[in-house]
């Protein structure tokens, strides 16, 4: 990862002037990760600390985060242990990938106390650790059983022991001659070689070496020329002093299309034209921008987990009911002929007796065919045989209004389900989730459950300036759609949505003007950006007065009919939304 010890390095460097603070507030926002909310005498300041294997970390951070509403139990062993403690110092062996954070705190019995607050940054096996001053571990975020693994136990009660550490030059205190050394005695590819000499050291910094000394082509360690060494001992040599002089160059590299690819503390030139770099001014601001968007992400997925497992599984048994009834529909197709077969019996009853099987008859309805063939209940009169198929076609009938009206409704579900999927794709805030199962509620897709605290109170719906100052508003969920639609919107504004795809309805606040075709073009804009097909290249939205706008009795939140439409054709861009 590229958050290796070298940039945990730099990291502690813009850390150490908050030792003297206390902490003021401690959250756990997500199941891996913690804020430490300290104060000093210049202000108040946030650490966010992750041991997420995809996402660890620690950094300050500028970024609010919404809390559950009952903190997990590490949380509120770190409120008791570490509660008003005073930072001491912030600790890192060499450039292993651990920070540890020293606090003075006061314990049950009145006694000043120190604790250690160990922040392990590698990967899958990261942690955070609660030691006390007998090196003895309190708890931790990850408890580590035998089970788990042979080496190295993280468990309360015994004593902490460092990661595994290999046997690596620091290419902060190596010399020259001992970096000659080691690059000599190894082999392959120059950038796995440097991975393999130096601790704390990532590969995209390992491959920034390497393209530098090959001058963007690939070398072997073992074929490196003496200008090709002097040229890596000199790159070596600069980066220790970017980060013992405080000279780094923050860089992020995206792709063209914006998605974070990687960050260092150098100016990264291994990827030529191919991706985009841009600038930041210290190393927390960032680590907190390269993770604000996967962060968001992976909290609200892990908050709605059980809302996406719902809405799957409730999906997934509404279509194999409507296959299963569509089958049955289609079996209902044979009605007429039963029909058919019970008026020839009921014609030829004078011809028939009690105890045939079987009956040869002429087709009046099919002159083609002058005979069928019909079977017979030989415990049966003709008239019952009759009866009967007239009982059978009669059950066909009523089955295919059943049927057609059952698989109707839960196609209706079906949309509804995918609307509901839409609108928890595009949640951005705990109270959206909240939104939403208090919906799913009164749908009764799932139980009410008693809450604490006050009563959910309902977000208004977002709002967007078209260019020509016109409000835009957007529907945040299916029941703020119907508000929004039919409650809120004034019967000359100008309704938009998606053509037959889930999303927000979208109303053009004109008061009966005619909009622009700029603005229109926004506010579809807008509709296609809020709806399931926000990453197509073109989406159809259609778009009518409000007055047209209806919704049928008995409707499922969000789904209404309209008429008088017409339909534009835009790319999706989203608009910046006021405060």
Known sequence: MALDGAYLYAVRQELLPLIGARIEKIHQPMREELILALRSRTGG???????????????????S????????????????????????????DGLERVLYFDFSCINELGDVVQLTLACEIMGRYSNLILIDENGIVIDSMKRVDAAMSSNRLVLPGIAYEMPPREDRLNFLTASAAEIRDAVCAKTGTLSRALLQMFEGVSPVLAREWAYYTGQGQPCAAESLTDDQLDRLCYMLHRTREMLEQGTEVYTIV???????????FLPL????????????????????????????TARLKQRANDLFHLLLHTTERIQRRIVS????LDACEAKETLRRKADLISANLYRLKKGDTRAQLEDFYEPDCPTVSIELDERLTPPQNAQKYYQAYKKACTAEKVLTEQIRKGREE?????????????????????????????????????????????????????????????GRNNRQNDQLTLKTAHKNDIWLHAQKIPGSHVILETAGAEPSQTVLEEAAQLAAYHSKARNSAQVPVDYCPVRYVKKPAGAKPGMVIFSNQHTLYVAPKPLEAED
Request: hydrophobic content about 35%; proline content about 5%.
């Open 269 to 296: 030139q291994q990827y030529g034209t191919i991706c985009v770099t841009k600038t930041m001014p210290s190393a927390c601001a960032l680590l907190d921008e390269f993770f604000a968007s996967r962060d968001r």
């Open 254 to 264: 995206s792709t063209r299309e914006g998605q974070p690819k990687d960050f260092s």
């Open 414 to 474: 079906l949309d509804y389900l995918d609307n509901v999927l839409d609108v928890l794709s595009r949640a951005e805030t705990e109270n959206d989730l909240d939104q939403l199962r208090s919906e799913l509620v009164e749908q009764g897709y799932l139980r009410l459950l008693r809450r604490k605290g006050k009563p959910l109170k309902a977000l208004p719906p977002m709002v967007f300036t078209a260019s020509d100052g016109t409000r835009i508003l957007v």
């Open 65 to 92: 985060m919404e809390n559950p509403k009952t903190p997990p139990m590490f949380c509120m062993l770190l409120r008791k242990r570490l509660g008003n403690g005073k930072l001491l110092a912030i600790r890192q």
């Open 325 to 328: 009834q569509s089958e049955e």
């Open 45 to 63: 300041t946030k650490i966010v600390l992750s041991c997420a294997a995809d996402r660890a970390r620690v950094h300050l951070t500028q970024i």
